[in-house]
């Protein structure tokens, strides 16, 4: 076929596949879905929009009420359906893309997608906390984009400032970008925003589909310098984000304060999951900072089909570098982690 580009031909779909159970901890979503009265006010703010007519641009409003909410220049946001988009857009632009291993596998797929030549450098083993190799990673990063998830996924750790500062200083000194992935920063209660104002060669992507609980809506933004921001908005489609997202996300920004509820929630049934865990004969739980917990056992697979036939659905990571025998639970309500112990004791 001479339509498309060959470097897409045989390319692998993102890894997901679709499997019904009970209880659901495979997505590392919220357990929790937005709270009524927040739900009837974006609906009743939708109804009051024009629907007949294109959204902003550049999604004005949400940009705005963005840079208000973290004291942040709105030339600098940029906000996407999905954050996923956003490292789409990252590794388009990339003269390189460098990743940890493992890591969030949208980062390699992206580089794929966009034929940018990509690297991983591995994390230090599960013996050393799964810390990063700073010295090699610094010495491969000499131009190009660095995806830091951070707490990372899907080991779950936590890196500390020193070792983000460390990187931000490199991506400086060549003139790269480190992008810091805060997917899960509510549940450690990081934020590298004090870094990045400081460092315009450094970018944070959030993303409202954890802590927010707005997983099922799509929507993500990236703190950059005005420069980062006007080349990554200039790759998203024009009128990206539709008036129904603006919407809710102009709601939920004026009334925030359930995330933290969620995240406290989640951080308190996170340790006693851990701490159930870590008594089992055969399994060994990692300490996360996230709103999951990689879980190493002698069989992935036997254990992943274990829980299911107790309907618990949990995430297999046993075909990444460095976690044979791991998968990933997420934390969900009190009783759907009590039904997850249950079959994990069974
Ligand atoms: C869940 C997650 C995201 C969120 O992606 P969206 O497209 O915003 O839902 C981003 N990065 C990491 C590392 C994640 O785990």
Do not use: C
């Not at 690297?119 to 990063?141: D, I, K, N, Y």
Request: hydrophobic share 45%.
């Amino acid at each position: 076929m001479r339509a498309f580009k060959p470097h897409l031909e045989g390319l692998s779909a993102y890894p997901y596949r679709k499997v019904e159970a009970r209880v659901k901890l495979d997505q590392n979503e919220s357990p929790f879905d937005l709270p009524e009265d927040l739900k009837a006010r974006a609906l009743e703010r939708m109804g009051r929009m024009p629907w007949n007519r294109y959204p902003s641009l550049d999604a004005e409003e949400v940009r705005q009420a963005l840079a208000r909410r973290w004291d942040w220049p709105p030339e600098g946001v940029v906000v996407a359906p999905g954050s996923n988009l956003l490292i789409q857009v990252l590794a388009q632009a990339a003269r390189r893309v460098l990743d940890t291993a493992p890591s969030f596998p949208h980062y390699a797929h992206a580089a794929r997608l966009a034929d940018t030549p990509y690297q991983a450098v591995p994390l230090r083993p599960e013996g050393e906390g799964f810390a990063l190799e700073l010295e090699a990673l610094l010495a491969h990063f000499t131009e190009g984009v660095l995806f830091l998830p951070n707490p990372h996924a899907p080991t779950g750790s936590l890196f500390p400032r020193e070792a983000v500062l460390a990187l931000a200083e490199r991506a400086k000194e060549v003139g790269g970008l480190l992008v810091v992935d805060e997917a899960y920063r509510e549940f450690a209660g990081v934020d590298h925003r004090d870094l990045a104002r400081e460092n315009p060669h450094l970018a944070l992507l959030r993303t409202f589909s954890k802590a927010w609980s707005l997983g099922g809506v799509r929507a993500g933004y990236l703190l950059a310098s005005p420069r980062v921001a006007a080349v990554v908005q200039n790759l998203l489609p024009p009128f990206a984000l539709p008036v129904h997202t603006a919407a809710l996300l102009l709601t939920v920004l004026e009334e925030p304060g359930y995330v933290e509820e969620v995240a406290r929630y989640v951080r308190e049934e996170r340790e006693r999951l851990y701490r159930a865990l870590e008594s089992h004969p055969f399994w060994r739980p990692y300490r996360s900072h996230t709103n999951f917990l990689l879980v190493r056992t002698p069989d992935a697979e036997a254990a992943f089909r274990k829980l299911l036939a107790h309907g618990v659905l949990v995430r297999r990571q046993d075909h990444y570098p460095l976690l044979s025998g791991a998968f990933r639970v997420t934390v969900g309500r009190a009783e759907e982690n009590q039904a997850f112990l249950e079959a994990a004791y069974a």
